[in-house]
């Protein structure tokens, strides 16, 4: 089973960049589809990004689209989430997932589709 391990959150005012990066062990790397969610005070999970096997293939939620950017590292087992323009409503808890290969692109949005999770990383972004 992967063990998930996310860095790289933060206090940030808005307009401002973070990194966020999730280091993975104990698994295969090359052989997860790996995503990004955000939870916000509350329980519920959104999602926020995700990536391929490969790292051909990208997924955004629209509240993201052209200020994140998620990409991986297949050799150095980590997936980072580029975050820029950062506003108040992405205040929350990331959270990294790993699942298996996901054939159809609808999944790939849907945390059912992941099967494993790290303990998450705070990002706060103050108006």
């Known amino acids: 089973q992967a063990q998930l391990v996310e860095s790289g959150g933060g206090l940030v005012q808005a307009g401002g960049s973070l990194r966020l990066s999730c280091s993975t062990s104990g698994t295969t790397f090359s052989t997860y589809s790996m995503g990004w969610f955000r939870q916000a005070p509350g329980p519920e999970r959104n999602f926020v990004a995700a990536i391929n096997l490969s790292g051909r293939r990208t997924f955004y939620a629209d509240s993201g689209k052209g200020r994140f950017t998620i990409s991986r590292d297949n050799l150095k087992d980590t997936v980072y989430l580029e975050m820029n323009n950062l506003k108040p409503d992405d205040t929350g808890l990331y959270y990294c997932?790993?699942?298996?290969?996901?054939?159809?692109?609808?999944?790939?949005?849907?945390?059912?589709?992941?099967?494993?999770w790290g303990q998450g990383t705070q990002v706060t972004v103050s108006s």
């Open positions: 997932a790993a699942g298996g290969a996901i054939s159809s692109d609808e999944n790939y949005y849907k945390e059912d589709y992941f099967r494993n």
